[in-house]
């Protein structure tokens, strides 16, 4: 497979058009440049520093439950069969050879016989298979990706088929849930959420609850020497706290600073700044069960109230890309000039819009009513930096077009998403985690599914998304996520402002970890201080 | 007559009418806002002070010295209906303790003990976070945290005063309970409650301040200090106007407030202020 | 007899201090006369102060009666109480303390008229009169406790005790914070009114030369209990009980 | 008034007193003690008597001396400062207050109290100093010195404690003791007690005495010389018999005049 | 015959003490469960939807009974009281994890930063309260009058502010994150201390007035006793009490004031396990933390009331009489 710059789509049809003519794609290592893990280590054991990364939310380690896997990956402890790269193209790590059969329905991987958990044992085939099988057992957004049918092991190699054809499997392998741990290891013994047992370069140490992570480099890393002596994570849940822990020298590198400080650490030559635009969209649920936003002109014109513009560029301190879509430009479902029928800002134009839809302030104190009740809606969200700001900045700008807002903010927002108790909410969704759309669109638009706490229910979308689900064509499968967002967008069901630049910040002369565009590549076995 | 007292009261005149004036003002503040304390402007986000924006904007582009001055009444207002409350409430059950005395003094002064066995902001962070954030949970949270407080004052005051010679006097005049109780105990017995609740204007400004910086206190956007310190705080470095001003008002007022608590102490209660380590300045004629 | 104004029968009083019982006063039997002037002599915590308070009701006795003007108001409350301290006022030993410092000096006597029943517009003048009768001018009825000295605040409070024509006025130790010479004023002023009113005194000190000097029966008293009674030169020149003869010999 | 021709064991001398709120108190105040002398000084409240003790003393913060010279042993009080002054209070002169029980500290042990006043003027070991205040307190007939010395004043009753303050007044022997209304607000028997305990420490000690007291009765039984003090002035100034015999000023009469009798009752 | 007169009143006092003690801990826990029932939250509900279990009416009914929270009210709280006396004091909502285990690793944390800010504070605002007492005033008790009321006046977060800015950025002295090590401790342990010294000086200052105002410094005076004797031996010892109060005062703001402090420099002590508790409405976390505190506070006015009785003669002689 050459190295270019093809998105994921282009591998993908590829892969599609290869297997179904019958060709067995062999894929080794060192054709594709794995963007973090398997690198060669430089890591001298005699002159290694200790490495401490302060981080903004600090997670526990397995893999299988919720979230965690993010932490897995991003503090080095664990790996996943396939990475994305920079490109959010799949290449394999874990992996040497893989192939799809004919019928579309069963892979079969190879995997690398040199790599070892940290307890020592091998990852063999039927490692992998516990793994993944105790993945699904224990994690419904898992099993609703991988649509697993069966797995079978056999030396190192493993073969892994689903319910039905599923186009996106490799990448569902990239999703940090697919971190390989050995399941054995699991025995109760210790607390696997703690000191989970993967083949990342870095063994847990001590892990202190909502405090700190102590790791050590594994000393047999198929990948070479670690290179820092130990690696710290500190937790440091205050943001002005961790930026002012980076200033003072006390940790290496930093993730999840606020916007703020880009200007702080960017002009000052003690620090290096890596940006990396990602998938993280900032958008907002509207609540379509509630009283005022269940009116779509309604919804239009709190839509144009939005100055997108601003947000980013103010708000995100100029991290923050203005968007049409769910999807960074840069994909090809995610082109701004296809959402022809998302609403511009313009205050005046939804003051008119409301106007002439009965919204009027009769009682004359600056806020509108409909039939004689007062219009007010409930904004919530979450502490994620850029996040309250965002709502307040919505809220004012509401207020200017004559909406009465309350605001409120929630540490845990999917309590309060769910329960349907809000009328907007301001939330941060990484869309394309493992560089497809469908996950995203599936779990917000879909009628009764999961992540939609709007309860938007459209039966052409569904319809849409079933077809998504089966697809392995490139371009249809963008042209059906490009005619979703467009229909979705069409009924102001949600407005996607933003797309987020993270960035990283870490001292000079720090190596081998920066912001990645895959937000869950941290730390690897580079990463050092000189 | 001069003298020390004179000095206080001098003094306690002139932190009174100061005091009175800020009141006055913090009133009238919405009227000289140059700006809707609300209104984000986001074009004109983190500006440095300016003729527009006489004290800078923040970083959602409302002008600082609006908000501070939205957010005076916010502060000021809600610390002396705290402290109101709390008088009222303790006193009150104060005066239902000492004066009946018997059981309901023991039942009330246990329910005291009970309210007192929860150390500073315990209860008022406990009460704040069980309710729901908001200014109203954070008044209620801190007048539980503090009025058994001028509930023992009080009990201990009408307690004494019960055996004052003027009131037994007045009960050998033939008046009824209640008249000796509201025209001689109760006036009393507010000195020092008064003195006290004085004192401790400036402290609950704080704690609410406090209670606003951890985000219990008013909601966005209303503007109050402690929450536009909390706000402001990752601002602190790069425009730091936007914390200067709150973090300066809350400082201010608190310290006028001390300042007037401890001139009404020095008024009410004034204390012999000489003592053996005076050097005591001799004029000798020869 | 039927038309003394006071009669306290068999009355005692115990106080519950931490687990001891102290008895402060020990079946007292004490009688005062109409428009007599008796007197109460004991050293301090004798218990003197104790029964003044009991025959007052400003604090319940455990046992016994004191019968007032004929009638029994040692269990009375209320209203019918208010009534029976028409008849009985008292004046205290530190003067400043029995008027209330927030008050002028003619607040505290007008209210003391108010109860006792004087028409609102006859206040004013009855006020001026009380204290012209203890020697004060009217300017008193502005000042205010602190401003006034010992015996000035002494003869308003007497004022005020007397506004009501009480039956009977208790005194307890009503001149021995005062100066040698105020005292020697007041005693004058007390035998002036009891000159002119019509007024029993029940005349309670510790200091047996102004007790001799002002009442016609005398009660010594110690520990609670009283241990001699009788015509005042009786006591004084005769006395029964050890502990009256140590009295007598330790005025110095 | 007596003219003041030699010198005695305490002078003073044309004394002018105020607070240090500035208001004068004591007017050209002169008065002689000779030793083994009881000098008593009456007057009303506001006189100014409790005043010149202080001003005797020189107690700080209380009042300040603006004219005259108090001399004591040769030395113009007035003029000593720090050590000096502090050598004086209590060697030289010894003060037992109105309420003699409260000079003590309340919750330190009178052992203690009696061994740091002796070591604050001479080097002593702490049995000796016990020594001394068990011999002292059995002087002045206090029963169970011992237990006296290990109990804190609070453990005692007031009479008690009143005795010992007088015991640790003395436990420097001082020739001069002052002693501020020592009577007042006791009961007669105890009044007379410490009456006779005073006399007692002259005839034991040696002591000069000067008392300040309200009480005629006291100074009858007590005085060889008088001073009557009226609104901060000595209005009258001489030997017992003669003050309380026959007075000479006015207010001296009308205040023996006052004084209650012991008679039968003044009827109607 | 000392021994067996003071012993036993002391021992029935403490008897009677922690009866009182039992009282009012027993009314701490009911004022404390009986606020969750005033919140507006159902804690079946926040617990159902914390897990991401969709809420409906049956499965919250079915719940609820199999929690015992369709009991009445006082049938709930005496067995809530029962497993929290055996030290089961509920499970965090959020994640599940035991009440117990989460204050067990916080505790420590509060009572550490606790005890160093009342010792600083013990350090400065004692000798300076009795140096401005004793110069009263002059320019030094002036001074440091000023300087004592503008500590006062500020709130403890925004001296942790000024700290960090001034000590950590700009001086480079001490670092941002507070830890175990001395240098950790230092500023969180400034930021407490400066209001609370601010607040004692005055405090102090006040006591050591009153004392020398006592006539027992008079009588010593009296007697030759040097000034500074006076005030080490004499009135030092009679103010202790006051100080000891003051000082148990001072545990029990802070043992509830961290919070702020807590948060700025991330330190996960008992104050920031409440506000993570309070914004995700973890009742029973918040719940475990209120009666903690509270019976701390208790225990540590209990020893306090205690050492008044070794301490001072007074207090002892009280309870003899009694």
New interface residues.
């Given amino acids: 497979m050459k190295k270019s710059k093809l998105t994921i789509f282009a591998m993908l049809l590829a892969l599609s058009l290869l297997v179904s003519c019958g060709i067995t794609q062999k894929q080794a290592t060192d054709l594709s440049v794995p963007v973090t893990n398997a690198a060669p280590s430089t890591g001298n054991p005699e002159t290694r520093q200790d490495f401490v990364f302060g981080v903004y939310n600090f997670s526990k380690l397995d893999p299988a439950d919720s979230y965690n896997g993010w932490g897995t990956i991003r503090y080095g402890v664990g790996e996943t069969l396939f990475n994305l790269n920079e490109h959010l193209e799949v290449v394999p790590v874990l992996v040497t050879e893989f192939m799809l059969s004919e019928d579309n329905l069963t892979w079969t991987l190879q995997l690398r016989d040199d790599v070892t958990f940290h307890n020592g044992k091998p990852m063999d085939g039927w490692a992998v298979k516990a793994s993944l099988e105790r993945l699904v057992a224990k994690n419904e957004r898992a099993a609703a990706d991988l649509k697993l049918a069966a797995i079978t092991a056999d030396g190192f190699s493993v073969a892994i088929s689903t319910t039905q054809p599923n186009p996106t499997l490799l990448n569902s392998l990239c999703d940090p849930y697919a971190c390989i741990i050995d399941a054995a290891a699991d025995d109760g013994s210790v607390d696997f959420n703690l000191y989970p047992v993967g083949t990342g370069p870095y063994v847990v140490k001590s892990y202190v609850e909502d405090v700190s992570a102590t790791l050590e480099p594994c000393a047999d890393y198929w990948g070479g020497t670690p290179a820092s002596k130990s690696v710290t994570v500190k937790a440091i849940s205050d943001v002005d706290t961790l930026a002012l822990a980076m200033q003072n020298g006390e940790i290496d590198a930093a993730y999840g600073l606020s916007y703020d400080t880009l200007n702080l650490f960017g002009n000052d030559e003690q620090f290096t700044v890596s940006q990396a635009a990602t998938t993280r969209v900032y958008m907002l649920f509207f609540n379509l069960e509630h009283e005022f936003m269940a009116d779509e002109t309604f919804r239009r014109a709190v839509c144009m109230a939005v100055d997108k513009d601003s947000y980013g560029s103010v708000l995100l301190n100029g991290a923050g890309t203005p968007t049409q879509s769910a999807f960074p430009a840069a994909l090809s479902y995610g082109d701004d000039s296809k959402m022809t029928d998302v609403p511009d800002y313009d205050p005046e134009g939804a003051r008119i819009l409301l106007a002439g839809n009965g919204y009027k302030d009769t009682d004359g104190d600056g806020f509108l009513e409909k039939d004689g009740k007062k219009v007010t809606l409930r904004l919530v969200t979450y502490g994620r930096t850029g996040l309250p700001q965002t709502t307040q900045a919505l809220q004012s700008a509401l207020q200017d077009i004559g909406i009465a807002a309350t605001y409120e903010q929630f540490e845990s927002i999917d309590a309060v998403l769910a329960a349907g108790d809000f009328d907007i909410c301001a939330y941060a969704y990484v869309t394309t985690p493992t560089g497809d759309p469908l996950s995203f669109l599936s779990f917000t638009t879909g009628t009764g599914n999961g992540a939609n706490y709007g309860r938007y229910s459209n039966p052409q979308v569904d319809q849409l998304l079933h077809e998504l689900s089966l697809e392995f064509d490139r371009d249809k499968r963008a042209a059906r996520a490009t005619e979703i967002q467009q229909i979705v967008t069409g009924d102001c069901a949600y407005s996607y402002l933003f797309h987020l630049n993270m960035f990283m910040v870490t001292k000079k002369g720090v190596r081998g970890i920066q912001q990645s565009p895959v937000d869950y590549y941290q730390i690897t076995a580079r990463t050092a201080r000189e | 007559m001069k003298g020390p007292v004179y000095d206080a009261r001098i003094r306690y005149t002139f932190l009174l009418v100061l005091t009175l004036a800020f009141l006055f003002l913090s009133i009238l503040a919405p009227l000289f806002m140059p700006n809707d304390p609300n209104h984000a402007s986001l074009s004109d986000a983190k500006q440095a002070p300016s003729a527009v924006y006489p004290w800078g904007t923040d970083w959602l582009g409302r002008c600082v010295l609006s908000r501070v001055l939205a957010g005076a009444p916010v502060s000021i207002f809600s610390a002396l209906v705290i402290v109101g409350l709390t008088l009222m409430v303790g006193s009150a059950v104060g005066i239902a303790c000492g004066y009946w005395g018997g059981k309901v003094d023991s039942i009330l002064m246990r329910i005291v003990d009970i309210f007192l066995a929860f150390p500073g902001m315990v209860l008022a962070l406990a009460v704040a976070g069980m309710l729901g954030k908001g200014l109203n949970n954070a008044v209620l949270a801190l007048v539980a945290t503090g009025w058994p407080t001028y509930a023992r004052l009080m009990r201990g005051q009408v307690l004494t005063l019960k055996e004052e010679n003027f009131v037994h006097a007045a009960k050998l005049n033939g008046q009824t309970t209640v008249s000796i109780l509201f025209l001689h105990i109760l006036p009393n017995a507010l000195r020092p409650v008064v003195v006290t609740a004085s004192l401790s204007i400036g402290g609950t400004i704080l704690s609410l301040a406090g209670l606003s910086f951890l985000g219990l206190g008013p909601q966005p956007p209303l503007a109050e200090w402690g929450s536009m310190l909390a706000d402001g705080r990752g601002l602190m470095q790069q425009h730091p106007w936007i914390v200067l001003y709150p973090g300066l008002a809350i400082l201010m007022t608190s310290i006028l407030f001390n300042l007037l608590g401890d001139s009404v102490r020095d008024v009410l209660d004034p204390h012999d202020s000489r003592n053996l380590f005076q050097k005591v300045k001799r004029k000798r004629i020869p | 007899m039927v038309n003394d104004v006071l009669q306290i029968r068999g009355v005692s009083k115990r106080y519950q201090a931490g687990n001891k019982n102290i008895e402060a006063v020990r079946d007292v039997n004490l009688t005062v006369g109409a428009t007599e002037s008796v007197g109460l002599v004991g050293e301090s915590g004798c218990g003197k102060s104790t029964l003044a308070r009991l025959v007052a009701r400003l604090d319940s006795l455990d046992r016994g009666q004191v019968i007032l003007c004929g009638e029994d108001i040692s269990q009375i409350k209320g209203a019918a109480l208010r009534r029976a301290y028409a008849n009985l006022k008292m004046i205290f030993q530190d003067p400043r303390s029995s008027f209330d410092p927030r008050l002028t000096l003619g607040a505290s006597i007008l209210e003391a008229l108010r109860t006792a029943g004087v028409q609102r517009s006859k206040r004013k003048a009855q006020a001026e009169k009380l204290l012209s009768e203890v020697g004060l001018n009217a300017t008193f009825l502005t000042a205010k406790p602190r401003d006034v000295s010992g015996g000035e605040c002494q003869r308003a409070a007497i004022a005020r005790a007397i506004a009501a024509k009480p039956k009977l006025l208790i005194c307890d130790e009503a001149t021995s914070a005062l100066d040698v010479s105020v005292q020697a004023q007041i005693m004058e002023l007390l035998c002036k009114l009891r000159r002119e009113h019509d007024m029993s005194f029940l005349f309670i000190s510790h200091d047996l030369a102004l007790v001799s000097g002002f009442c016609d029966r005398t009660y010594v008293m110690k520990d609670g209990i009283l241990v001699e009674s009788g015509a005042t030169g009786q006591v004084l020149n005769h006395p029964q009980h050890d502990y009256t003869k140590t009295l007598i010999r330790s005025i110095v | 008034m007596t003219p003041i021709d030699q010198v005695g064991l305490l002078d003073i001398e044309h004394v002018f007193v105020k607070y240090?709120?500035?208001k004068d108190v004591l007017w050209d105040v002169s008065l002689r003690l000779q030793e083994k002398e009881i000098l008593c000084v009456i007057g009303?409240?506001g006189s100014g008597k409790s005043t010149l003790l202080q001003a005797i003393?020189r107690?700080?913060?209380?009042?300040?001396?603006?004219?005259g010279a108090i001399q004591f042993a040769g030395q113009d009080l007035?003029a000593l400062e720090g050590e000096a002054l502090?050598?004086?209070?209590?060697?030289g002169i010894?003060?037992v207050?109105q309420?003699p029980g409260?000079?003590?500290?309340?919750?330190?042990k009178i052992g203690v109290q009696f061994y740091?006043?002796l070591r604050?003027?001479g080097r002593i070991s702490r049995r000796q100093a016990d020594e001394k205040a068990r011999n002292l307190l059995s002087v002045l007939d206090l029963a169970d010195p011992e237990r006296i010395l290990r109990s804190?004043p609070?453990?005692l009753s007031g009479g008690m404690n009143q005795r010992v303050?007088i015991a640790?007044?003395m436990?420097?022997k001082p020739a001069v003791l002052l002693a501020d209304e020592p009577?007042s607000a006791l009961?007669?028997?105890v009044?007379?007690q410490i009456?006779a305990e005073l006399k007692n420490l002259r005839a034991q000690f040696g002591t000069s005495i000067l008392v300040v007291t309200?009480?005629?009765?006291?100074v009858?039984?007590l005085a060889d010389t008088v001073a009557v003090m009226v609104g901060g002035q000595v209005v009258e100034y001489g030997s017992r018999d003669t003050v309380l015999g026959s007075p000479s000023h006015p207010y001296t009469r009308?205040?023996l005049?006052?004084?209650?009798?012991?008679?039968?009752?003044?009827?109607? | 015959m000392n021994r067996r007169i003071w012993q036993e009143p002391i021992l029935r006092y403490i008897a009677r003490r922690l009866g009182s003690l039992v009282v009012v801990l027993l009314g701490v826990t009911f004022l404390t469960y009986g606020l969750m029932y005033l919140s507006p939250s159902d804690p079946v509900e926040m617990l159902l939807q914390a897990q991401g279990i969709p809420v409906s009416e049956n499965v919250v009914l079915a719940l609820k009974e199999k929690a015992g929270l369709d009991r009445p009210f006082l049938v709930q709280y005496a067995s809530w009281l029962g497993n929290f006396c055996r030290g089961d004091m509920g499970q965090s909502l959020i994640d599940g994890q035991p009440a117990a285990e989460a204050l067990q690793a916080a505790l420590p944390k509060t009572l550490l930063l606790t005890l160093t800010s009342v010792l600083v504070t013990i350090v400065l605002s004692v000798p300076l309260g009795i140096l401005t007492a004793v110069r009263q005033n002059r320019f030094s008790d002036y001074f440091i009058r000023l300087l004592s009321f503008l500590g006062h006046s500020m709130p403890s977060f925004f001296v942790s502010l000024l700290l960090l800015y001034v000590f950590a950025l700009k001086l480079r002295w001490l670092p941002v994150l507070a830890s175990d090590t001395a240098r950790g401790l230092i500023l969180p342990t400034l930021a407490l201390a400066i209001p609370m010294t601010g607040k004692y000086i005055r405090q102090v200052r006040a006591a050591i007035l009153e004392q020398l105002g006592q006539s027992y410094v008079d009588g010593a005076i009296s007697r030759g006793i040097k000034p500074g004797a006076v005030l080490v031996r004499d009135v030092l010892r009679n103010a202790l009490m006051t100080l000891i109060t003051l000082m148990s005062l001072s545990v029990g703001s802070l043992l509830g004031g961290t919070a702020a402090v807590e948060m700025i420099f991330v330190w996960r002590g008992m104050g920031f396990l409440v506000m993570d508790a309070i914004r995700m409405r973890d009742y029973p976390m918040i719940q475990a933390f209120v009666v903690w505190m509270a019976l701390i506070y208790v225990l540590i006015n209990f020893l306090v009331d205690l050492s008044y009785h070794l301490l001072d003669p007074r207090v002892r002689q009280s309870l003899e009489v009694n």
Avoid at chain 4, 257 to 268: I, M, Q, R, T, Y
């Fill in positions: 240090p709120c500035g009303e409240s003393l107690m700080p913060g209380k009042v300040e001396i603006t004219q007035c502090r050598k004086v209070r209590g060697t010894g003060m207050f309420e409260a000079s003590l500290n309340p919750i330190r740091e006043t604050a003027h804190c609070v453990q303050a640790l007044a436990a420097l009577t009961d007669v028997t009044q007379a009456v309200h009480n005629l009765g006291v009858a039984k009308a205040l005049a006052a004084v209650p009798k012991l008679e039968p009752a003044c009827h109607g």
